[in-house]
């Protein structure tokens, strides 16, 4: 079973925070790196955050100091702490390993979840 399941999106004001949760089948949360990837309409998928089976993370720039990521092996999920929210954040929120699994030749998400950061 292949399956990954994003939640905890929604509206928040700019210096507003959320918590993102994404649930992973087994399989796919056995992979070394997990990460979260974000896509806004007309741009490609930009790979935020990463998080290895052990524990080390890195981010991209533009969300150092702000965004954390965690996980939790018990339950096979990956989380994302986002404080210190900028308008810019806005996008959907995807979770996936790294790089991006591919399944019949493409490359296989989740429906993702809709962060919008606006006043």
């Known amino acids: 079973q292949v399956q990954l399941v994003e939640s905890g999106g929604g509206l928040v004001q700019p210096g507003g925070s959320l918590r993102l949760s994404c649930a992973a089948s087994?399989?796919?949360?056995?992979?070394?790196?997990m990460g979260w990837y974000r896509q806004t309409p007309g741009k490609q998928r930009e790979l935020v955050a990463t998080?290895?089976?052990?524990?080390?993370?890195d981010y991209a720039d533009s969300v150092k100091g702000r965004f954390t990521i965690s996980r939790d092996n018990a339950k096979n999920t990956v989380n994302l702490q986002m404080d210190s929210l900028k308008p810019e954040d806005t996008a959907v929120y995807y979770c996936?390993?790294?790089?991006?699994?591919?399944?019949?030749?493409?490359?296989?998400w989740g429906q993702g979840t809709q962060v919008t950061v606006s006043s």
């Open positions: 996936n390993t790294d790089p991006p699994l591919v399944v019949n030749a493409r490359a296989y």
């Open positions: 998080i290895t089976s052990g524990g080390s993370t």
């Open positions: 087994g399989s796919i949360f056995s992979f070394y790196f």
